[in-house]
């Protein structure tokens, strides 16, 4: 976690406090695998559902092809970007019959307990907090060129999917150093959005303005 984004972080949950909120540390210890678990999974998922999209019945289908064979792998080659065909080839390698087990039913059983770390934490506030990026909102297509760099800049909001609750993002500030917007996560109860719209509207009318990021 970069240093401004916690303070920036801190002097928000700083502000809920001065607004009545009680703060309370909870541990949520398996998000730490949250990384692995949400890209085998989310990769097997599209593995799986993108397979419909092979220029028969859905998608985009190659012209003037000679074959079955040429128009699935021209349709799939030309239809999809990179990002898509990373997602599908790798969501092929963890669902295939020599590795699903240690992949993919892994992922599954991390995902429960997961989800069973939040809803105990959960039962100990009203709402979770905690930053959306580890560092400062970056250049656009600065990590094009490195797609592991910017699937770790999702680490703390993928376990809140993984989990399937609400949550909601609102923007603190600007990092000190970077001035560049900090975001701050507020995460719920199952069908909790009506609390965490009221707790995020709260705080958000309490913070200072963002002001304007660098250009």
Partial sequence: LAPEVRAACDAALARARELG?????????????????YYIIAMAEASSNLARFDGVRYGRRAPDVKNLEELY????SEGFGQEVKRRIMLGAYVLSS??????????????????????????????????VSPV?????????????????????TLSLNLAGLPGLSLPVGLGADSNM?????????????????GVGHALEQALPGIGRPAL
């Fill in 98 to 131: 020599g590795y699903y087990d240690a992949y993919y039913r892994k992922a599954a059983q991390v995902r429960r307990l997961i989800r069973d770390e939040y809803l105990a934490a959960l039962d100990q506030c009203d709402a979770l907090c905690a930053p």
């Fill in 73 to 76: 792998v021209r349709s799939r």
């Fill in 181 to 197: 917007p900090v975001g701050l996560q507020l995460i719920g109860p199952a069908f909790g959005e009506a609390r965490l719209l």
């Fill in 136 to 156: 400062t909102a970056w250049d656009l297509g600065s990590h094009a060129a490195d797609p592991l760099q910017a699937y770790l800049m999702d680490a703390y």
């Fill in 21 to 37: 909120a009680e703060l309370v540390e909870v541990s949520l210890p398996h998000t730490e695998a949250a990384i692995a678990t």
